[in-house]
């Protein structure tokens, strides 16, 4: 099965000419990481850029992989580096780009079952949540979307961050609360 192959090998693979070892790779992280950067500049032209980017640079960098660390961790750690350099780019005062009202949440439709006021009920919540995402410190945002994005564990989001395990799980645990502050508040209106 192809979910057999660890990422790493796969890496390893790709980086010794295989380039049916980096499609596999591709295949199996690239909803995720253009999830993880859409989720981030809620641009849909920026995010496709910046995506094809990361993928660019993992190209360039292939001959000089090595195994240090899970393949995520340094896939999300080009992504990241992606991002810091758009917002880098940006003249100042412009903002960050993060426009909520720009970003359609077209892989979050609701079930077909659901009766109409409950998919407008469901629109309007997940709207909120993206809100909410906008108004977290950028790096309590980093690491809720590493997690819920990535999937990643907290010394791999650590990691990915470039933080010590503590600090990553105290800005993972400052978003999750936040978040469910803001919902709940969502909720009892």
Not at 58 to 78: D, G, M, P, S
Not at 114 to 131: I, V, Y
Request: with cysteine; glycine share 4%.
């Amino acid at each position: 099965m192809e979910r057999d192959v660890a990422d790493e090998d796969l890496m390893l693979a790709y980086r010794n000419g295989d380039a049916v070892s980096f499609d596999r790779l591709y295949s199996r992280h690239k909803g995720a990481v253009y999830r993880y950067i859409l989720r981030h500049c809620r641009n849909e032209a920026i995010a496709e850029e910046l995506f094809q980017e990361v993928w660019m640079n993992l190209i360039k960098a292939r001959e000089r992989y090595v195994v240090k660390a899970k393949f995520t961790t340094w896939l999300y750690q080009i992504a990241q580096n992606k991002l810091i350099d758009h917002y880098r780019r940006q003249k100042p005062g412009a903002g960050s780009g993060l426009k909520t009202d720009e970003f359609e949440p077209d892989d979050l439709t609701a079930r077909v079952d659901e009766q109409p006021e409950q998919q407008t009920q469901t629109g309007k919540q997940m709207a909120h949540l993206f809100h909410l995402l906008d108004q977290l410190p950028e790096e309590q945002k980093q690491a809720f979307l590493l997690r819920e994005e990535a999937g990643m564990s907290l010394d791999e989001i650590a990691e990915a961050m470039e933080v010590n395990a503590e600090t990553a799980k105290s800005r993972l645990r400052y978003a999750i609360n936040k978040l469910k502050q803001g919902l709940t508040a969502y909720d009892s209106e």
